[in-house]
């Protein structure tokens, strides 16, 4: 009898260890995960901001039909804004290790159907950025000139040069021709 009780209460603290055990190492990750403090962006893509601006310095409204692609580099166009109307900024996606973005803009008149094209070459200088060893390679960029092919764009400037993930400041002004 005394034996069978010394068994009993061997088994029950077996058993009892063996209920704690997923306790244990849940906490264990609990503790873990709450050493790490990096939250990894989401999105690890930088956006050029555009603004566009007339000649006097105020912000300008583009009434014709904007829509933007890009070359990608297996060749394919990819469509970055699609026929938006009454456009004053956009934004557009920066590349990662191409030392050049070229965006094809097609303007089309809501009157009269025209349209317009034009190329806006933005080249930049590219910077890894460090994150955390758990995140992904990140870039930030550098523009360092912007060109155009000025048939309805008449100028490009660059405002800010430092394209990070700050999506309150306009990098580029565009200027369009005056349209009537």
Do not use: W
Request: some cysteine.
């Amino acid at each position: 009898m005394k034996q069978d009780k010394k068994r009993h209460t061997s088994q029950r603290r077996r058993y009892s260890s063996l209920f704690r055990l997923p306790l244990y190492l849940f906490a264990l990750l609990l503790l873990s995960a709450s050493c790490s403090s990096v939250d990894c962006p989401l999105n690890s893509l930088v956006y050029t901001q555009y603004q566009l601006m007339t000649p006097g310095g105020e912000v300008d409204t583009l009434s014709d039909t904007l829509t933007i692609t890009t070359a990608l580099t297996d060749g394919a166009d990819s469509v970055l804004i699609n026929r938006n109307v009454n456009t004053t900024e956009f934004a557009l996606p920066i590349s990662y290790a191409q030392p050049q973005d070229v965006f094809f803009f097609e303007m089309k008149d809501t009157l009269t159907g025209a349209i317009t094209y034009d190329t806006v070459t933005v080249v930049k200088e590219n910077r890894p950025h460090f994150e955390s060893v758990d995140c992904s390679p990140l870039y930030f960029h550098t523009l360092t000139a912007v060109n155009t092919t000025h048939n309805a764009v008449d100028s490009v400037v660059i405002k800010n040069p430092d394209v990070t993930y700050d999506t309150s400041k306009k990098h580029i002004y565009i200027y369009f021709k005056h349209r009537d």
